[in-house]
């Protein structure tokens, strides 16, 4: 399991990908994922397309991101899902505070 961010080159983008499980144990991960700067970041995409699993604690850790990056103005898209995941987040009514983009059919 494994959280890695890359920054764009013009420091608006922030993308956070997650592998594994995205539960509590990825907290301290995920929390220094977006908080490497204090820069005014833009955008923040998450990559979902390694995760595997998805729990109440990831949820809560999205929230925490989407305060810090301007409440309802916040611009977070949650990418690359799997469909256990985007039932959680469906269920969840993730998809009024957060872009979903779902993953290309192969």
Do not use: C, W
Not at 77 to 90: C, M, R, V, W
Not at 93 to 106: E, H, S
């Amino acid at each position: 399991m494994a959280i890695i961010a890359k920054t764009s080159g013009d420091g608006r983008l922030v993308r956070i990908s997650i592998s594994g499980r995205f539960d509590f144990s990825q907290h301290a991960g995920f929390r220094n994922a977006y908080t490497i700067e204090d820069a005014p970041y833009r955008r923040y995409e998450i990559d979902l397309s390694n995760a595997l699993y998805m729990d109440s604690s990831a949820l809560g850790m999205l929230l925490v991101l989407r305060e810090r990056a301007g409440g309802d103005k916040a611009d977070i898209t949650l990418i690359g899902f799997n469909d256990d995941i985007e039932q959680i987040l469906s269920v969840s009514r993730f998809d009024n505070l957060f872009k979903l983009k779902r993953p290309q059919a192969a």
